[in-house]
């Protein structure tokens, strides 16, 4: 890879489009489709993942593959946390993840790490 290529983009990023990337055209292979058309990948704000390096990394990575000029959709999950005094899920306002209810601050995050590989749409 030109690494002319990479400069937009976070190396981190670009090693998790290539990985999602193989996983998607084992896929295809598996299944006999000559095509990727679309990945759908979950992602949490916590992930340390940036979705617009993501996105330049997409653009990097699938020239020349089944994937050249698939779609990515990315599915961004809120992050969410557990109150272990109100006994309730919450949206922190920001990165303290304080209950707005008790404000109470929770180390017990349950949502927002995610990095998935949601869907592959093949033909």
Avoid: K
């Avoid at 809120?78 to 707005?100: I, K, M, T």
Wanted: proline share 4%; aromatic share 6%; glycine share 8%.
């Amino acid at each position: 890879m030109d690494s002319r290529l990479v400069r937009g983009a976070n190396v981190h990023e670009v090693g998790l489009m290539q990985e999602a990337l193989r996983i998607a055209l084992e896929h295809a292979d598996a299944a006999r489709a000559a095509r990727v058309h679309s990945l759908t990948l979950r992602i949490g704000p916590l992930s340390g993942v940036e979705n617009d390096a993501l996105r330049f990394a997409f653009e990097v990575v699938t020239p020349g593959s089944a994937a050249e000029g698939a779609e990515l959709i990315l599915e961004e999950v809120p992050v969410q946390c557990w109150c272990v005094g109100c006994a309730r899920l919450f949206q922190p306002a920001d990165y303290v993840f304080r209950c707005p209810d008790c404000q109470q601050i929770s180390g017990d995050v349950r949502q927002g790490r995610e990095f998935d590989l949601l869907a592959v749409e093949i033909s």
